[in-house]
């Protein structure tokens, strides 16, 4: 038997799966290749954010927060790419992110079912990189870069409220913590399932 997922009149709610230590220190072995990882992470976000814009173009609501949350990403985006130029990296292809990827496969079909399952793994991503982004902020030396991860990581925060409460102005939070808790079950499997890497997922 599941604990609930959201707390009593809270937009938060728990992981079910921690992630190791491991990945940390995989991540601080091989700093570069997490950085490049960090700023695909960065640009998909915005991508993500603008084709609910797209998909949603009646929802005001939906809108308005996901155009403010595409720039914000696309900011982070290139603050991560400033620190690729000063560490003499440069930007490399996009790979497919198997964890978003699986997530998605969980979208339902449906016009309301697809939305609350889109918001809701939007804020479940969100929340994870909270997680990782924190970890890595924690585990860093004092110093500009540990600087950018804790600001990351408070972003990540608010991101993933945004996506719940946007889920709260269409259903009730009965359907959505029903809906949460299986999702946070699917989360935790997917994330058990892939390797440890110097990656965001």
């Known amino acids: 038997m599941h604990r609930p997922a959201l707390l009593p009149n809270s937009t938060m709610y728990t992981l079910r799966l921690a992630t190791s230590p491991l990945w940390t220190q995989t991540v601080l072995a091989n700093f570069d290749a997490f950085l490049l990882d960090h700023a695909a992470a960065e640009k998909k976000a915005s991508g993500m954010a603008m084709s609910m814009v797209s998909h949603y173009p009646d929802k005001l609501d939906i809108v308005t927060s996901m155009v403010d949350l595409a720039l914000e990403e696309l900011a982070h985006f290139r603050q991560v790419v400033k620190i690729l130029h000063q560490r003499g990296l440069i930007l490399a292809a996009d790979k497919p992110d198997t964890?978003?990827?699986?997530?998605?496969?969980?979208?339902?079909?449906?016009?309301?079912?697809?939305?609350?399952?889109?918001?809701?793994i939007g804020s479940i991503v969100e929340a994870r990189g909270c997680e990782r982004f924190g970890l890595i902020a924690a585990a860093l030396e004092p110093g500009e870069l540990q600087q950018f991860y804790v600001a990351i990581t408070e972003s990540e925060a608010r991101h993933e409220d945004i996506f719940y409460k946007l889920a709260a102005n269409y259903f009730p939070a009965s359907i959505i913590n029903e809906r949460l808790d299986q999702l946070l079950d699917a989360e935790a499997q997917i994330l058990a399932s892939l390797p440890i890497q110097a990656a965001l997922h």
């Open 99 to 120: 964890y978003v990827n699986s997530l998605r496969q969980l979208q339902r079909k449906g016009s309301d079912v697809y939305l609350l399952d889109r918001l809701l």
